[in-house]
């Protein structure tokens, strides 16, 4: 018997609302992710530039911790090692709300961060070192010659790798799926069990990540031409 494509099945009804709500959590948790990664990597990659060595040792650690190791083993690390690694305070406010949502924030943050760390670093090598040593004779600190001079400059030049890695920490977003998270990959999956039309909740789902992903290039690169570079002139 010839299989009967039927997509209306998947995207009307229950299992249209399943996929919405699938996608506002792969919105949620992709676009907390990003800022915290953004925010957790550039605080990386300047302090593996500072001068105090420890501080140097343990930004290098954990940039070759987090890039080196499976990101679906440090979901599962933090979802099962939550409780010997976070103080039992901040445990407890997690469990008391979505815990593995929270997990899987935390996992695709530290992750990301470590290579978006690196990124923000080769931009600053790209930066002339003479500009950080007119500020810091101009009286800035190193601290506020990174944030005004030297990060301005370094983020209009990773603008393309800085996509790239948006990108994959939305599609890497599915893995969260792993520990219940119910996501756009988690809802796929349950239609298909329901309705046994996999293919077409997959291709929708798919679909859904592609339009994502092409806004958020967009963005992306509309922000870097209008905004950054108007800045510069």
């Known amino acids: 018997m010839a299989y009967q494509f039927d997509f209306g099945q998947v995207v009307s009804g229950e299992y249209g609302q399943w996929l919405l709500s699938g996608l506002d959590v792969t919105l949620r948790i992709s676009g907390i992710a990003?800022?915290?990664?953004?925010?957790?990597g550039t605080l990386v990659a300047v302090l593996r530039l500072s001068k105090v060595r420890p501080l140097v040792w343990l930004a290098a650690?954990?940039?070759?911790?987090?890039?080196?190791t499976p990101l679906l083993v440090q979901i599962f690390f933090w979802y099962f090692g939550s409780y010997s690694v976070l103080p039992d305070a901040v445990n407890e406010w997690l469990y008391a709300r979505d815990f593995e949502f929270a997990c899987g924030v935390i996992a695709l943050t530290v992750y990301t961060a470590a290579f978006i760390a690196e990124e923000i670093r080769s931009g600053i090598f790209s930066i002339p070192k003479n500009q950080?040593?007119?500020?810091?004779?101009?009286?800035l600190s190193f601290l506020?010659?990174?944030?005004y001079v030297i990060l301005p400059q370094a983020f209009r030049v990773i603008i393309p790798p800085l996509i790239s890695q948006f990108l994959n920490l939305i599609k890497n977003s599915s893995l969260v799926m792993t520990i219940g998270v119910m996501d756009l990959t988690y809802m796929a999956r349950q239609i298909e069990a329901h309705?046994?039309?996999g293919f077409e909740a997959f291709t929708v789902s798919t679909l859904m990540y592609l339009t994502i992903s092409l806004i958020v290039s967009f963005s992306v690169n509309l922000y870097n031409r209008y905004?950054?570079?108007v800045r510069s002139r």
């Open 34 to 40: 990003i800022v915290l990664s953004l925010a957790l």
């Open 61 to 68: 650690s954990f940039t070759e911790f987090f890039r080196n």
């Open 132 to 139: 950080l040593e007119a500020s810091r004779a101009c009286g």
């Open 144 to 147: 506020q010659a990174m944030a």
């Open 195 to 197: 309705t046994f039309h």
């Open 227 to 229: 905004v950054l570079h």
